[in-house]
Each structure stands twice: as structure tokens, then as C-alpha cells.
């Protein structure tokens, strides 16, 4: 676990990226079948970036509270603060921004805000993954404390998963399609926090554990093409959300996988001047996109709406598709730059208070 903990603000740099080629780019036709084939299936799939987010906000969180944790109504409390430190400056700033732009009314802007439009309208209101997490980050001591009690981790977190996955295919027809958004995450943070108290105890990943990753990252990228291409895999769709549960195969698998490939290149690169340049500038870029990733996500969609539709924007660069992507990435790191810097001022003077 100790090369997913090292490579951690890459992964979640990739992530962001992800679900940035998954909002913003188009999908480009190359008249190569298996290479727009390929394109095809990781574009469909960037939404998956979200369950990588989750997976290692879960590792990193069973790493916090590890290092400080919640025996207190008072512990709580400070858990809690520094968990919305981290998250509303941001969500608050851009929502403002939005709302203004867009001309929100008061009641719009508070319900989405506050999160409640998007848990008792529709979680696609606005920016339905920060509820979400804050959501999952208040119940994370508990299920921690639990889970640290529990003698066979994994074989617990197997069965809740399979439960839980049980459940939402049971609730199905009782539950708002929309919300299963967030109930389809649950499976893939748990076994965050699985992986998170794996590594506080200092266990080693064994090689056949890199080998199920990848057995079970193929099966369900498999899944995956077979639920778009194949008439058979029709049948699957009984299941609520099945494209969103397939990705508890890819998402930590892939994690896993990455954190091992980054750390074998770096190596490389220790021992290969030649390739040091070319491996780590778009390592260190991946990496500069994870700390700001939480930004990157709650911005560029809104952009990329504005880079269509706004005619002073369009004016720019016309009718040229590489330059409205070229500008939609550059305002989006802009502006993910400029929110970052300022929450960061905010969360330093709310947690010295």
C-alpha cells in the first residue's frame, strides 16, 4: 500500500483529468477501428474518474483519522470542521459565481448550496459529487471504528459490498433513479477505507494482489464495452445503474495498477537520465492537477457550457474546435488556480480560529 499512499495526489490528478476528457472533449473519430474503439470505451468510461476520487479519498481519510482519531463528541467536531474547510470554500465560491452569472434566484442558489436540492430534487441539480463526499466523509469515523474492531477485513468488506450491491437492486423502483449516483459510490469508498486501514497496518501488497487488479480492471472494462456493443449483456441492465457498478472493478483496480506503474517509471527514470525530462514533466503536471482536482471538477463543465453558448467567448475563436478546447482548458486551470489559492486563505484562518 505504500506505492498507493506515495503516487496518491497523481492518482487523483488522473482522475480530474478524466472526468475532463469525460464533460469537455468531443469524441473524435480517427478511421482507425480499434483505436476509435478504444477512445470510445475510456471516454464513455471518464465518469469513473469519480470512483478513483472516492477510492483514494477513502485510503487517504482511513490515513487521518489513524493519525488523529475520533474518541469525542469534541474530535467530531474538529473532524468535521477541517472535512468542510476543505470542501465549501470552494463549492461556495463557484456556486456564487454561477449563480450570479447565471441568474439564480435566492432559493435556487440556497438549496443548491446547501445540498438539499440536490438530495431531495435531483442530484444532478448542481455539482452532485461535493454533497456526496461530504456526505460519505461525516458516517467515515464510525464505519472506521467498526471496521478496525472487525478480525477479517476483507472478507467484511467483500460481504458489504455484495449486500449493498444486493440492496440497491432490491430498493430499485423505490429509490429516485438519480440518487443512485451517490448509493452506487458507497461499495467503491468502502473499499477505500479498506485499502486506507491496510496500509496504516503496515501490510504489503502481494504481487497476486496486482495480478487480481488487472484480471478484474479487464473483466470490467469487458463489461463495459459488452453493455454498449453486445445485445447479450442486455439482460444486465436489470441491475440500477449497472455502468456505474462495474466501475468497483475498474476504479480501485486501476489505482492500484497506476500507483504500481508510476513508481516502477520513476525508478526507471532514477537510473535513466534520458528519460527523466520526458517521464516526470507529465508526472509533476498530473500531480499539480491533484492538488487542485476538487477545483478542476466543480469548474470546467460550467466553462465548457459557457465556451458554446457564450457569444463574447465564442468571439475568441470561432468556429475552430481546437482553440474552443485549447480555451476551455486554459480558463478552467485559470480559474481552478485562482478558487484553490483563495479556499486555502480561507481554510488557514477558519481552522486556526
Given at each position: ?25 468531443p ?53 468535521v ?8 470554500p470552494?463549492?461556495v ?8 452569472v ?14 438539499l436540492?440536490?438530495f ?6 448542481f ?11 461525516l ?17 467484511f ?13 432490491y ?12 448509493i ?24 497476486l ?75 509533476g503536471i498530473?500531480r499539480?492537477v ?64
Amino acid at each position: 500500500m505504500e506505492k498507493l499512499s506515495k503516487h496518491r495526489t497523481f492518482l487523483m490528478g488522473f482522475a480530474a483529468l478524466w472526468v475532463y476528457w469525460f464533460h469537455v472533449v468531443p469524441e473524435n473519430s480517427f478511421g482507425v477501428p480499434l483505436i476509435d474503439t478504444v477512445w470510445h470505451l475510456l471516454h464513455t468510461l471518464g465518469f469513473c474518474g469519480v470512483d478513483m476520487f472516492l477510492f483514494v479519498s477513502g485510503f487517504g481519510l482511513a490515513h487521518s483519522l489513524a493519525k488523529n482519531p475520533v474518541n469525542s463528541v469534541g474530535d467530531y467536531g474538529r473532524f468535521v470542521k477541517k472535512r468542510l474547510a476543505r470542501l465549501l470554500p470552494a463549492f461556495v465560491m463557484i456556486a456564487t459565481l454561477i449563480g450570479y452569472v447565471d441568474g439564480w434566484t435566492v432559493k435556487q442558489y440556497l438549496g443548491r448550496v446547501t445540498g438539499l436540492r440536490q438530495f431531495f430534487v435531483n442530484v444532478y441539480d448542481f455539482l452532485w459529487y461535493v454533497p456526496c463526499v461530504m456526505l460519505f466523509y461525516l458516517v467515515t469515523p464510525f464505519i472506521l471504528k467498526i471496521l478496525n474492531k472487525i478480525r477479517f477485513k476483507a472478507l467484511f468488506t467483500f460481504a458489504f459490498c455484495a449486500v449493498w450491491i444486493a440492496a440497491e437492486v432490491y430498493l430499485r423502483g423505490y429509490i429516485r433513479a438519480d440518487l443512485y449516483a451517490v448509493i452506487t459510490r458507497v461499495a467503491v469508498y468502502m473499499v477505500g477505507l479498506y485499502a486506507g486501514t491496510c496500509a496504516v497496518a503496515g501490510k504489503k501488497v502481494h504481487p497476486l494482489v496486482y495480478v487480481l487488479c488487472a484480471a478484474a480492471l479487464l473483466f470490467g472494462l469487458y463489461v463495459q464495452y459488452g453493455l454498449h456493443h453486445f445485445d447479450s449483456f442486455a439482460f444486465l441492465w436489470s441491475v440500477p445503474a449497472v455502468n456505474a457498478q462495474v466501475n468497483l472493478l475498474i476504479g480501485p483496480s486501476l489505482c492500484m495498477l497506476l500507483s504500481l506503474a508510476a513508481d516502477a517509471v520513476l525508478k526507471l527514470c532514477a537510473k535513466t537520465k534520458a528519460t527523466d525530462v520526458i517521464i516526470k514533466i507529465p508526472y509533476g503536471i498530473v500531480r499539480f492537477v491533484g492538488t487542485i482536482s476538487l477545483e478542476v471538477y466543480i469548474t470546467q463543465e460550467w466553462l465548457f457550457a459557457k465556451m458554446r453558448t457564450s457569444e463574447t467567448l465564442v468571439s475568441l475563436y470561432g468556429s475552430s474546435l481546437l482553440l474552443q478546447q485549447l480555451a476551455t482548458a486554459v480558463f478552467t486551470l485559470m480559474l481552478s488556480v485562482v478558487i484553490s489559492f483563495l479556499s486555502k486563505k480561507i481554510i488557514k484562518k477558519s481552522l486556526k480560529s
